[in-house]
């Protein structure tokens, strides 16, 4: 696979991921995009589209690393990428535990997480902080413009990331708002893929 369909994955995964989610989200009977995390979506009989999604995107994300890692400035940035990557394959191989209130009928948290839900959790830590720090490695740019614009999304991401997790775990101030913060993080960290990508294909 050519070096510019290999970058050309990275433009395409946030998108996508993002087209994916809205669409199934919107089709939910109970779900609330404001309240519920993306995840949950791969929750019950129509699931299987939103752990297609994390994984169809993370195998896309997978090829922009390789991509990165042949062409782009930094080894250590591409590797992030495809710790990423990894960790969006994991999310979607092991399906999250039900959070606040969804599916209906299932506790806002659960009082001990499955092993499965728990994978879940971690790989979708290690990939959060794995794409912060990708920010940052980047920002390392003979263009001031993207260099402050990597910095601004990886702070901004990660602290949204981090309130999401806050209001997932039912944090009362942010209990409510913890799907649309988290949305909001997503389109910050999957903007500033797409931009990358398109920086490096036209370098």
């Known amino acids: 696979m050519g070096n510019q369909t290999l970058l050309a994955c990275g433009m395409a995964a946030g998108p996508l991921f993002t087209v ?3 669409l199934e989200g919107a089709s939910r009977v109970d779900y609330k995009p404001f309240r519920h995390p993306v995840s949950s979506l791969a929750l019950g009989r129509a699931g299987w589209a939103q752990t297609v999604n994390f994984l ?4 896309l994300s997978l090829l922009f690393a390789v991509g990165l890692w ?7 940035g591409a590797l992030l990428i495809g710790v990423w990557a990894v960790g969006l394959l994991g999310a979607g191989a092991c399906r999250t535990d039900p959070v606040s209130g969804y599916p209906v009928g299932t506790p ?7 092993r499965v839900g728990a994978l879940h959790d971690l790989f979708s830590l290690i990939g959060f902080l794995a794409l912060a720090v990708a920010c940052f490695v980047f920002a390392l740019s003979n263009s001031p413009g993207w260099a402050l614009y990597s910095i601004a999304s990886g702070v901004l991401f990660a602290t949204t990331m981090a309130l999401a997790s ?29 931009l990358l990508a398109v920086r490096i294909l036209h370098t």
């Open 108 to 114: 806002d948290q659960l009082q001990r997480p499955t």
């Open 56 to 59: 169809f995107t993370g195998l």
């Open 166 to 194: 806050a209001a997932f775990s039912q944090h009362q101030r942010w209990v409510d708002l913890g799907g649309l913060i988290q949305r909001v993080s997503l389109t910050i960290g999957w903007t500033w893929q797409t």
């Open 70 to 76: 042949r062409t782009g400035p930094s080894h250590w």
């Open 20 to 22: 994916a989610y809205l």
